[in-house]
């Protein structure tokens, strides 16, 4: 008898302690979430080419399908990231020094003879990489983008293979340089390619510090003003512009826009944009009032001149080379300012999970019974988004046993936009039910 209770005791204490299959768990949450609003209608340029990206919310938008086109110093963008890739320096640092060659010297002169843009420079003159980085980037120096392309990389064909390489890395498919300035035409990019660009040096602290920059000062140059005007009012912190006569006025600014204390980069950028050709005077037509109530007069007839009239030719001058002048650069800042500041706005907050929020269930069956127990989010959640995105949602749970309680940890829920993440803990909305010891006992 006593073996007897022994075994039955030892079976029933085995069968009332036996783990339970763990309750089976389903997420309760759509796989994406709709950023609420309408789309807003961008400004975009009447002609040329104009994109816009905010890249932690993962959004980009251009005015239409875009062919790559000449970028003149945009191009000094993809320069800038090369250089501070290879040769990081920290904001506020000079960075390594370096000596200006004769070879440099040389390549400034033959800038000057096409007239491009340039700083002077002395054959042994000594920059740091921060000063030479503020000339390339505020002051669009196509000696310097020279200079720094041979220092690197030893010459400047090897240099622009960096730069093409950059651009395929940054997905900036429709993107191809010659040349380490942009000067020469056949450096081409679209507007949407050129953000990509601009967002990968935004996202290095010395150059969205160096292109922030309203003025510089530099040997032999002294106090000069950023050729970006625009830097440095109505939030713009940057970027660059270029113009030559083939590829027109070319801009790409950035701004920090901050929404219920979260802050996030904006660009938007134009190509192509022509300086409206000057309006020819309409000429002056004489006309004789007759009094009222008579016939006017009939008309007469001018005797011959008896001199040839005098001519006034206007002309126009276009410049067909990389200066970065104001006067196309008007017409070209305040359409890029303009998709800014719609892009600015069109960014909204919203919410992802409220606190309590259900996101999963728990369900357990026994003797033909099935309990369900909520899982919900312990706090709330929001992101940054653009009216019509959609926010990527997830669950990841952990084992729940029987009889956990309600408030138990059990996993997290995640939200996903661009770059943005946001993590809430899940927990128990109940306490998991759990079967009697007789139920444990009698079923196997």
């Given at each position: ?282 000429p002056s037509t004489p006309t004789t009032t007759a009094p009222t109530g008579s016939p006017a007069p009939p008309p ?145």
């Open positions: 008898m006593v073996v007897v209770v022994a075994v039955v005791g030892s079976v029933a204490a085995v069968r009332i302690t036996r783990p339970l299959s763990p309750p089976t768990l389903r997420s309760a949450l759509p796989s994406s979430l709709v950023v609420p609003g309408s789309s807003p209608a961008l400004p975009w340029p009447a002609l040329g080419q104009g994109a816009v990206s905010v890249p932690a919310l993962g959004y980009a938008s251009q005015s239409g399908p875009e062919t790559p086109v000449p970028v003149a110093s945009l191009t000094k963008m993809a320069n800038a990231v090369v250089i501070l890739r290879d040769h990081p320096v920290a904001p506020g640092a000079n960075g390594p020094m370096i000596t200006i060659t004769p070879d440099d010297v040389s390549q400034y002169h033959v800038d000057l003879e096409n007239d491009e843009s340039n700083i002077p420079i002395l054959a042994g003159e000594v920059l740091s990489e921060r000063q030479m980085l503020e000339a390339l980037l505020t002051q669009s120096a196509n000696d310097i983008a020279y200079s720094l392309a041979v220092w690197d990389a030893g010459s400047e064909p090897a240099f622009v293979a960096k730069m093409n390489a950059l651009a395929v890395s940054l997905g900036a498919t429709h993107t191809h340089y010659v040349d380490s300035s942009g000067y020469l035409p056949q450096s081409t990019s679209t507007a949407a390619d050129c953000l990509r660009i601009a967002a990968a040096g935004m996202a290095i602290p010395t150059f969205a510090e160096v292109v922030g920059l309203s003025t510089v000062s530099l040997p032999l140059v002294g106090t000069a003003h950023n050729i970006v005007t625009e830097v440095g009012t109505n939030g713009v912190i940057g970027v660059k512009s270029g113009y030559t006569s083939q590829a027109m006025g070319c801009m790409v600014l950035a701004a920090m826009v901050t929404v219920e204390g979260r802050s996030v980069l904006v660009l938007a950028g134009a190509l192509g944009q022509q300086v409206p050709p000057p309006v020819a005077p309409k007469t007839t001018a005797p011959p001149p008896t001199t040839a009239p005098t001519t006034t030719t206007t002309t126009t001058t276009v410049p067909d080379n990389d200066l970065e002048i104001q006067y196309p650069l008007l017409y070209t800042g305040p359409v890029v300012e303009k998709l800014l500041d719609a892009s600015e706005k069109a960014i909204v907050p919203v919410t992802v999970t409220t606190r309590g929020q259900q996101v999963a269930t728990a369900a357990v069956t026994w003797g033909g019974r099935t309990d369900r127990t909520q899982l919900v989010t312990s706090e709330g959640a929001w992101l940054l988004g653009w009216p019509g995105q959609r926010v990527t949602t997830g669950t990841k749970l952990a084992v729940v046993p029987s009889g956990a309680t309600e408030g138990r940890r059990v996993g997290a829920a995640g939200f996903v936009l661009g770059s943005q993440i946001q993590l809430v803990p899940v927990e128990l909305g109940g306490t998991l039910p759990e079967p009697s010891w007789w139920w444990r006992l009698v079923h196997a």
